[in-house]
Structure formats: structure tokens, C-alpha cells
């Protein structure tokens, strides 16, 4: 039982202008977090105490299923990351550290990175151990403090620089094992933040960088997220936009037969999709639109309808590791045009050989003789047919989905919500284990090696703690959930330094403390109304108070934090009627 006079927790009445989400303004507000730098944060005793809470829900789960927990450094060699597939698109967002024995400049080449993430290090790590294909199905975890170098913190925990994971990884002899661990895995995760009261999607999403066969994400829904979540309710389908799909072409799509010749026309003045529909009425769904990216050091076009957005994390199909959009002179390089007259018709691209692929979403099938550049200023072409005219060499999916179109399980219109990732787990399968500098192999049944099957999988434990505010807040400040709550219990005493008061409290908070609750009592010297604004503010689940006027009355009063109203208890009826509630919360 700890006294409010006691601890520090610095609470605000006013939002600071760094703030500009709600659960942000409440992390400072609340006195959880201080801000040390831009994206670099300190957890004051009450935001450590409800972080440990996450930890420990976390490492409850994790245990649960299986996984063994362990701690790799954060400081590790670069060379670890040089041996492995990811150090040419990954280096950019690490901190590198120049060892003690070296120059004042930073050396080209590091000799130290502080760890985003662990693949490169436990790869090798559990390769060198494990050489038997008794020694596999294993999962390890930790939970780590992480750096990543973002270009853009904001939000408070939400894109930080130095955060807290967990992260997990898996090693099994086949990739059927390696699936039931991944579905194990997943199910931890669910059982995990619904423990700490969050309303949450599992969706599909995109391998990234990272890898592997699938994977997916854990995501909140809030309007303050960096990612969209395409659902339906009714099928249960849900999706990462990155990764989303519809079923906007019909399965017994007929591509269309030519209506004419290709004409060509000119478009003074048009270079864009809105104006060509605007001044010539073509509609953007009956255009062809042609965009320009350059995937290591290649440059190659994509097709898509007008109407549409190319989706990028899918162009990662394509197989290139590192995507950007062409820059105008790269774009005048491949097509002998600018942006606003481009085009994918047979024998138009200018410099045809210097593309290193001309690729088409399959959505371009619903247009049947539409409109697109000629690739000559102010000129463009109609009449032109998919099958007939251009010059593709592979479809694909590569639009970005839009809301309303139809679920591709059910046919009902798609759902699309801002959402916060908290999780991602993903089925890396032997990406890691078969570099021959990590050598993750073990000897199977018949004496053959092997390449361990690997999952990895990620909790952002800081973003979820941030993310529970964002999700459990109203206009009075912060509304715990009982399980990550920094105190469940706060017994708000009126009158400090009345006998019958303090001895009261004292009572009730032992019980409380006896029963599993964690209890804080607020023994300031302050207004009630200052001591009231502050419970709510800083969001404990269950406040009772004391006061010399309920004394008198032989009561008082309890109110739950996510409750409009109070009750007035007898106190013979206290000690039950808390503990009684204590056990309704413990059992949710």
C-alpha cells in the first residue's frame, strides 16, 4: 500500500503543446512519461508500474505457450547484420555505434548497431547450439528496449526512437511444425491483449523486409493509427491495406474484344487523370494508368486503371528488396516521355529495353477499350484494348483497395478503419537459418541437414500500454482496465490526519492488498475537488473515499472509474463489498 505524499506523480491540469494525440496528452498529463528528446522518453514510477503490468501479462502469455524466455544484448556487432539479407535495407533506420578505439568521425562501416530487432543475432545464436532434430521445436522471447532511427517520432510511444518489445522466435525441423507454432503463437497474442482490455483485429498483412511465407498484424482500431484495416464483419475477412484484396473482378471475367483502331488525339494542357476526365469525359475507371519505380536499381512501370492507387508494399511481389518511385529524369530515361503523357502501348515506349519490366494489375481487365498516354507531349490514345494493345509482361495485384468494394469471401461491401499496430507475427521459414554465415541447421531422422523452419513475433509493449489509454479514455483523463491499471484501488481520504479516517483506510487497504489489489491512498493535504480531478485523471479502476461527513453518516462511498455513478456503503459492509469487487475484476 503506497501514500500518495510519498510517491511522485506529477500530474498536469494542462496538456503540453508537444501533445498532440489524446492518449499522448494523458501519458504527460497523468505524469506517466517525461520526454527526454525527440522520441525518447522516461517512464516515471506510475507509467513504470503500469508498463510492468503489459510486461507481465505478456510474459504470462508467452510462457503459457511454450516460449522460453531469454536476453540478447542491444549493443551488437554490425557483422552480424552485414552476414544476414536485410543489413542493405535495414541500415538506414539503425543506430550505429562507433567502438572505443576508433576516430572521432564515424567510420563508413560500423563496428556496432543497437538492435531493432533480434533475427540476425538469435539465428546464429541457437544455429551453433542446436544440431539435432531433437533440439527443435523451441521458442525463445524477450523483452527488450529497441532502437530504430525514425525520421518522423510523434505521438509519444506511439513511433518512438528507444521503445520496449517483446520479441520471440521460433525454430522447428518442418514447416507443418512451424505452422502449429505459428498458430500457437497467435493465439497467446489474442489471449494477451484481450488480458489487457483491448478491442483489437487480427488482419493479414505484408512480409515487409522481414521475410517469410505470411504473416500477420495485431491491430487497434483508432483514428490516430498509421495503418488501415480493410474488414468485413459478416465474414470475418480483414486485412492489412498493404496486403488487402476485393472482389471487384468477377471470376468468369471475359477480357474485351476490340472496338476500333487506336486513335491518337491531343490533350493540350492535360496531364493529369482528373483533367483528361474533366475536359474530354473519360471517365478515371476507363483510363490506363501508368506509374514508374525504380526496385534496386531497376527501373520498371506499372499499369493500373485510373480510378486506382498503386499499393507499394505489394510491388514486393516483384521480387525487388528495395522499391522507390522514379524520379522525372529516370521516367524520361525508360519511356522517352514525362509523367502526363505516359503510356503501355506496344511499340510507344521510347527506350523499351532500359525497363526492366512492364507489370499491369489485373483490375485493368475491367476496362474494355479505354484511354491512355501516347507518350508524346499533349497526345494520347483511345480505343486501346488490354489483350490487344499493351506491352505487359506479367498482372498482378498491385491497386490498393478501396472501401465499399466487394469482401472477396462474401461479396459485401469492405469496411476500411484506421487502426495501431501493437503486434506482428510472421512465418520467416528458412529466409535465416539457410545463410551459410548463420547456419541454423540440424541433423533430421535420416542424418540429412537441414534448415530450422522459423517464426518470429513481435509486441510492441510500450505502444500497446499508450494504446490501452487511446482506446480507454474519456473527457476526466485515463480509464485503466483492472489488469494493466498502476493501482487498481485509490482510497481517497477527505480528511488526512483524522484518526477514525486514517485507521479506516488502513483497514480497507490491507484487505484490498490481501485479496491481489494494489492500493494507493491519497493522503494529500488538498481541496477534494483537486483529489477527485486526479483519480479520474490518472484513471484507477476503483476509488473509494473517506470523508468526515460519511463517517458521521457511518458510510463510504465507492465508484468505479467506468461507472457514471457511486454507491454509498455502510462501513460494516465495506471490507465485503470490496473484496467482492476485487473478485469480479480479477475473474474478467
Same mark, same amino acid.
Given at each position: 500500500?503506497?501514500? &500518495?505524499?510519498?510517491?511522485?506523480?506529477?500530474?498536469?491540469?494542462?496538456?503540453?503543446?508537444?501533445?498532440?494525440?489524446?492518449?499522448?496528452?494523458?501519458?504527460?498529463?497523468?505524469?506517466?512519461?517525461?520526454?527526454?528528446?525527440?522520441?525518447?522518453?522516461?517512464?516515471?514510477?506510475?507509467? *513504470?508500474?503500469?508498463?510492468?503490468?503489459?510486461?507481465?501479462?505478456?510474459?504470462?502469455?508467452?510462457?503459457?505457450?511454450?516460449?522460453?524466455?531469454?536476453?540478447?544484448?542491444?549493443?551488437?556487432?554490425?557483422?552480424? &547484420?552485414?552476414?544476414?539479407?536485410?543489413?542493405?535495407?535495414?541500415?538506414?533506420?539503425?543506430?550505429?555505434?562507433?567502438?572505443?578505439?576508433?576516430?572521432?568521425?564515424?567510420?563508413?562501416?560500423?563496428?556496432?548497431?543497437?538492435?531493432?530487432?533480434?533475427?540476425?543475432?538469435?539465428?546464429?545464436?541457437?544455429?551453433?547450439?542446436?544440431?539435432?532434430?531433437?533440439?527443435?521445436?523451441?521458442?525463445?522471447?524477450?523483452?527488450?528496449?529497441?532502437?530504430?532511427?525514425?525520421?518522423?517520432?510523434?505521438?509519444?510511444?506511439?513511433? *518512438?526512437?528507444?521503445?520496449?518489445?517483446?520479441?520471440?522466435?521460433?525454430?522447428?525441423?518442418?514447416?507443418?511444425?512451424?505452422?502449429?507454432?505459428?498458430?500457437?503463437?497467435?493465439?497467446?497474442?489474442?489471449?494477451?491483449?484481450?488480458?489487457?482490455?483491448?478491442?483489437?483485429?487480427?488482419?493479414?498483412?505484408?512480409?515487409?523486409?522481414?521475410?517469410?511465407?505470411?504473416?500477420?498484424?495485431?491491430?487497434?482500431?483508432?483514428?490516430?493509427?498509421?495503418?488501415?484495416?480493410?474488414?468485413?464483419?459478416?465474414?470475418?475477412?480483414?486485412?492489412?491495406?498493404?496486403?488487402?484484396?476485393?472482389?471487384?473482378?468477377?471470376?468468369?471475367?471475359?477480357?474485351?474484344?476490340?472496338?476500333?483502331?487506336?486513335?491518337?488525339?491531343?490533350?493540350?494542357?492535360?496531364?493529369?487523370?482528373?483533367?483528361?476526365?474533366?475536359?474530354?469525359?473519360?471517365?478515371?475507371?476507363?483510363?490506363?494508368?501508368?506509374?514508374?519505380?525504380?526496385?534496386?536499381?531497376?527501373?520498371?512501370?506499372?499499369?493500373?486503371?485510373?480510378?486506382?492507387?498503386?499499393?507499394?508494399?505489394?510491388?514486393?511481389?516483384?521480387?525487388?528488396?528495395?522499391?522507390?518511385?522514379?524520379?522525372?529524369?529516370?521516367?524520361?530515361?525508360?519511356?522517352?516521355?514525362?509523367?502526363?503523357?505516359?503510356?503501355?502501348?506496344?511499340?510507344?515506349?521510347?527506350?523499351?529495353?532500359?525497363?526492366?519490366?512492364?507489370?499491369?494489375?489485373?483490375?485493368?481487365?475491367?476496362?474494355?477499350?479505354?484511354?491512355?498516354?501516347?507518350?508524346?507531349?499533349?497526345?494520347?490514345?483511345?480505343?486501346?484494348?488490354?489483350?490487344?494493345?499493351?506491352?505487359?509482361?506479367?498482372?498482378?495485384?498491385?491497386?490498393?483497395?478501396?472501401?465499399?468494394?466487394?469482401?472477396?469471401?462474401?461479396?459485401?461491401?469492405?469496411?476500411?478503419?484506421?487502426?495501431?499496430?501493437?503486434?506482428?507475427?510472421?512465418?520467416?521459414?528458412?529466409?535465416?537459418?539457410?545463410?551459410?554465415?548463420?547456419?541454423?541447421?540440424?541433423?533430421?531422422?535420416?542424418?540429412?541437414?537441414?534448415?530450422?523452419?522459423?517464426?518470429?513475433?513481435?509486441?510492441?509493449?510500450?505502444?500497446?500500454?499508450?494504446?490501452?489509454?487511446?482506446?480507454?479514455?474519456?473527457?476526466?483523463?485515463?480509464? &485503466?482496465? &483492472?489488469?494493466?491499471?498502476?493501482?487498481?484501488?485509490?482510497?481517497?481520504?477527505?480528511?488526512?490526519?483524522?484518526?477514525?479516517?486514517?485507521?479506516?483506510?488502513?483497514?480497507?487497504?490491507?484487505?484490498?492488498?490481501?485479496?491481489?489489489?494494489?492500493?494507493?491512498?491519497?493522503?494529500?493535504?488538498?481541496?477534494?475537488?483537486?483529489?477527485?480531478?486526479?483519480?479520474?485523471?490518472?484513471?484507477?479502476?476503483?476509488?473509494?473515499?473517506?470523508?468526515?461527513?460519511?463517517?458521521?453518516?457511518?458510510?463510504?462511498?465507492?465508484?468505479?472509474?467506468?461507472?457514471?455513478?457511486?454507491?454509498?456503503?455502510?462501513?460494516?459492509? *465495506?471490507?465485503?463489498?470490496?473484496?467482492?469487487?476485487?473478485?469480479?475484476?480479477?475473474?474478467?
Amino acid at each position: 500500500m503506497d501514500y &500518495w505524499s510519498k510517491q511522485y506523480i506529477p500530474t498536469l491540469k494542462e496538456s503540453p503543446a508537444e501533445a498532440e494525440i489524446d492518449s499522448h496528452k494523458l501519458l504527460l498529463r497523468a505524469g506517466l512519461v517525461r520526454k527526454i528528446g525527440s522520441g525518447i522518453y522516461a517512464f516515471l514510477p506510475l507509467g *513504470a508500474k503500469a508498463l510492468d503490468n503489459v510486461k507481465r501479462l505478456c510474459c504470462e502469455e508467452m510462457n503459457r505457450a511454450g516460449a522460453m524466455e531469454l536476453l540478447m544484448p542491444a549493443v551488437v556487432p554490425a557483422d552480424y &547484420w552485414k552476414a544476414g539479407p536485410r543489413w542493405s535495407a535495414a541500415r538506414e533506420i539503425m543506430y550505429q555505434v562507433a567502438s572505443a578505439g576508433e576516430n572521432a568521425e564515424f567510420p563508413e562501416e560500423p563496428a556496432f548497431v543497437l538492435g531493432p530487432t533480434h533475427e540476425e543475432i538469435i539465428t546464429p545464436l541457437i544455429g551453433s547450439e542446436a544440431n539435432s532434430y531433437r533440439d527443435m521445436g523451441k521458442t525463445f522471447y524477450q523483452v527488450q528496449t529497441k532502437f530504430r532511427n525514425e525520421i518522423r517520432p510523434r505521438y509519444g510511444l506511439m513511433r *518512438a526512437r528507444e521503445f520496449i518489445m517483446k520479441d520471440g522466435y521460433s525454430f522447428d525441423a518442418t514447416d507443418e511444425e512451424a505452422t502449429e507454432t505459428y498458430k500457437n503463437m497467435a493465439k497467446a497474442y489474442e489471449k494477451f491483449f484481450a488480458r489487457c482490455g483491448l478491442k483489437f483485429i487480427s488482419v493479414e498483412a505484408d512480409t515487409g523486409v522481414m521475410g517469410g511465407a505470411f504473416s500477420h498484424e495485431f491491430m487497434v482500431p483508432a483514428e490516430v493509427g498509421d495503418d488501415d484495416v480493410v474488414y468485413n464483419i459478416e465474414s470475418g475477412y480483414a486485412a492489412n491495406v498493404e496486403k488487402a484484396t476485393s472482389g471487384i473482378i468477377p471470376a468468369d471475367l471475359e477480357d474485351a474484344a476490340p472496338v476500333g483502331d487506336i486513335e491518337k488525339f491531343e490533350t493540350p494542357g492535360v496531364k493529369t487523370i482528373e483533367k483528361l476526365a474533366q475536359e474530354f469525359e473519360v471517365p478515371a475507371d476507363q483510363q490506363f494508368k501508368t506509374l514508374l519505380f525504380v526496385g534496386d536499381d531497376k527501373l520498371f512501370a506499372v499499369v493500373v486503371r485510373g480510378c486506382d492507387q498503386v499499393e507499394e508494399a505489394k510491388l514486393g511481389s516483384l521480387g525487388y528488396a528495395l522499391i522507390r518511385p522514379a524520379t522525372v529524369d529516370e521516367i524520361f530515361e525508360g519511356m522517352g516521355a514525362y509523367p502526363g503523357s505516359l503510356g503501355a502501348v506496344k511499340g510507344t515506349i521510347k527506350n523499351r529495353e532500359k525497363l526492366d519490366g512492364v507489370y499491369a494489375d489485373e483490375a485493368i481487365r475491367l476496362v474494355g477499350n479505354g484511354v491512355t498516354g501516347a507518350n508524346e507531349k499533349a497526345m494520347h490514345l483511345k480505343n486501346v484494348n488490354v489483350t490487344r494493345d499493351l506491352d505487359i509482361d506479367r498482372f498482378g495485384d498491385f491497386r490498393k483497395v478501396q472501401a465499399g468494394e466487394p469482401c472477396p469471401v462474401s461479396g459485401k461491401p469492405l469496411e476500411i478503419q484506421r487502426a495501431i499496430e501493437v503486434g506482428h507475427i510472421f512465418k520467416l521459414g528458412t529466409k535465416y537459418s539457410e545463410n551459410e554465415e548463420y547456419g541454423a541447421l540440424y541433423v533430421d531422422k535420416d542424418g540429412n541437414r537441414q534448415p530450422a523452419v522459423m517464426g518470429c513475433y513481435g509486441i510492441g509493449i510500450s505502444r500497446t500500454l499508450q494504446s490501452i489509454i487511446e482506446q480507454k479514455h474519456d473527457k476526466n483523463g485515463i480509464v &485503466w482496465p &483492472w489488469s494493466v491499471a498502476p493501482y487498481q484501488i485509490i482510497i481517497t481520504v477527505l480528511d488526512p490526519g483524522m484518526e477514525e479516517a486514517d485507521t479506516l483506510a488502513l483497514e480497507l487497504g490491507q484487505a484490498a492488498e490481501a485479496a491481489g489489489a494494489s492500493v494507493l491512498v491519497d493522503d494529500r493535504a488538498e481541496r477534494p475537488g483537486v483529489k477527485f480531478k486526479d483519480a479520474d485523471l490518472i484513471g484507477i479502476p476503483l476509488r473509494i473515499t473517506i470523508g468526515g461527513r460519511g463517517l458521521k453518516n457511518g458510510e463510504v462511498e465507492m465508484k468505479w472509474r467506468d461507472e457514471e455513478s457511486s454507491q454509498n456503503v455502510a462501513i460494516g459492509d *465495506a471490507v465485503r463489498v470490496l473484496l467482492e469487487g476485487i473478485e469480479a475484476k480479477s475473474k474478467l
